[in-house]
């Protein structure tokens, strides 16, 4: 068992976090995917429901025969690259969202106008799920993110420079707020006296086993 002070071997660290990269290269669009066509499904049931109960007779299993057009969603969110593997910020991750919802959903109220069934769809089922998947896909995906066990697989490993208060304040925030998308995985400082871990983060060593650990 190794104590607090002593240097994680970084053959050992680097095959960790590699493999952990392509894991997380793998399984992050998967997750994604998934969640977001459950939003998209679970929005137009929403808008079905909710404009019924106002009084209006939409008929659900007509949007059940649709379901087809999950695929319009995903795509538009894969074309606007919100299941690459590599960091966007949270606003830029937000807008980018709100704005290939709205293209899918204009191509959706588009495309009832030219088809043979266009009566059966509500214009106001069509407003309110829109509405739901505005509010539901950006919070959905912030609390995969917060689950210890799927946020890994969403969250792109990086390495911190310094254990200082600022490193450490760093590792802090980054550890703690998983909806980020970061996750520290090691840590260099030249420091010998600040070896050991931060937060549960280990610090590796100096700055002169940042080119080790960048080439594996």
């Not at 019924?52 to 299993?61: D, E, I, Q």
Request: glycine share 8%.
């Amino acid at each position: 068992v190794k104590g607090l002070n002593d240097t994680p071997d970084p053959h050992e660290q680097s095959v960790w976090l590699s493999r952990s990269a392509s894991s997380a290269a793998v399984l992050a669009p998967v997750v994604l995917v998934l969640n977001d066509a459950a939003v998209v499904m679970t929005a137009f049931l929403a808008g079905v429901f909710a404009w019924s109960a106002s009084g209006h007779p939409v008929s659900g299993h007509f949007y059940m025969r649709q379901w087809p057009i999950l695929f319009l969603f995903t795509s538009a969110y894969a074309v606007d690259g919100l299941y690459r593997s590599s960091f966007m910020a949270p606003v830029e991750e937000l807008r980018r969202l709100l704005c290939a919802t709205a293209f899918a959903f204009l191509m959706v109220v588009g495309a009832t106008f030219f088809m043979k069934e266009s009566a059966e769809y509500s214009r106001g089922a069509l407003l309110i799920a829109w509405l739901t998947t505005s509010l539901l896909l950006p919070a959905s995906r912030t609390i995969i993110r917060r689950l210890s066990w799927l946020g890994r697989f969403l969250s792109h490993d990086i390495a911190v420079l310094g254990a200082g208060v600022t490193g450490r304040l760093l590792v802090h925030t980054l550890t703690t707020k998983p909806e980020l998308g970061l996750r520290p995985t090691v840590v260099f400082d030249d420091d010998a006296q600040k070896h050991g871990d931060i937060c549960g983060v280990p610090v590796v060593g100096g700055l002169d086993r940042v080119g080790h650990y960048a080439d594996s």
